[in-house]
């Protein structure tokens, strides 16, 4: 773990709300390859921001590092879930879970 990455998890545990810390350990996950890390951030930073349009964008991403880069099918498929009960019309969740049930065979 980076000194950068130690330093934003200190800062969150302090403020978990910190919305300008969550997003710099996004960017610092996903710079050293902890996709792990990165989709907790997103989901803690969806949590925590008020703008609708910025959740969908931040859940939009976590399941898409959940399916393709930690294969986690169950945790893409409730994120891409999740982007639908806010925005019904989101067709790109929408097939991302038509897709992901086709890879489970159902």
């Given at each position: 773990m980076s000194d950068l990455i130690a330093e934003l998890k200190?800062?969150?545990?302090?403020?978990?709300?910190d919305e300008g810390a969550l997003e710099r350990l996004v960017a610092a996950a996903c710079a050293e390859g902890d996709w792990s890390l990165a989709r907790e951030a997103l989901t803690q930073w969806s949590e925590v921001t008020s703008d609708e349009h910025t959740i969908v964008r931040l859940l939009l991403r976590s399941a898409k590092i959940a399916e393709e880069r930690l294969g986690d099918l169950d945790a893409a498929e409730d994120a891409y879930r999740q982007v639908l009960e806010l925005n019904p019309s989101a067709e790109d969740a929408a097939r991302a879970v038509v897709r992901i049930r086709q890879l489970r065979g159902g």
């Open positions: 200190a800062r969150l545990e302090d403020d978990p709300c």
